[in-house]
């Protein structure tokens, strides 16, 4: 049973590895490729919100403890898009604090999905395919 774990979280992790492809290309296609690819990935998470968990929240539970959560939420990350989060287009920077907050995420995501994993495969075979099929 280890080793039907092992080899799922193997081959989810593999995929993360798609996106050097995206890197290793050079120039305007590299740009070109980016912009489309973070264009789609906004698109998608700003419609699954909008279009589905926020209106799904709200049918559910008051409306005032909703929005009071949702505005705190866009100031929350207004602020740390502000304050904390610097952007640079330049070719050589001080600090890209990017790459540790990718690295902190990234590790905590692919916890929680090892996570699942183990406990899908723990719960039998019928969900273990379908949690492999979601997680990927």
């Known amino acids: 049973m280890i080793l039907n774990v092992l080899a799922a979280t193997f081959m989810i992790s593999l995929l993360a590895f798609t996106g050097l492809t995206t890197l290793a290309q050079k120039g305007e296609l590299k740009d070109a490729t980016l912009l489309g690819l973070v264009g789609f990935s906004a698109g998608a998470l700003i419609g699954g919100a909008f279009l589905h968990l926020i209106p799904e929240t709200i049918a559910r539970s008051s ?3 909703i ?3 949702l505005t705190c939420s866009f100031i929350l990350f207004f ?9 640079c287009h330049k070719a050589k920077c001080e600090v890209h604090p990017f790459v540790y ?3 902190l995420g990234d590790g905590l995501h692919n916890s929680i999905d090892g996570l699942v994993i183990s406990a899908s495969s723990l719960a039998g075979t019928g969900s273990r395919d379908i949690d492999r099929g979601c997680l990927a």
């Open 63 to 65: 409306d005032f403890q």
């Open 67 to 69: 929005y009071l959560a």
């Open 79 to 87: 602020l740390f898009e502000r304050f904390v989060w610097r952007h």
């Open 101 to 103: 907050m990718n690295l």
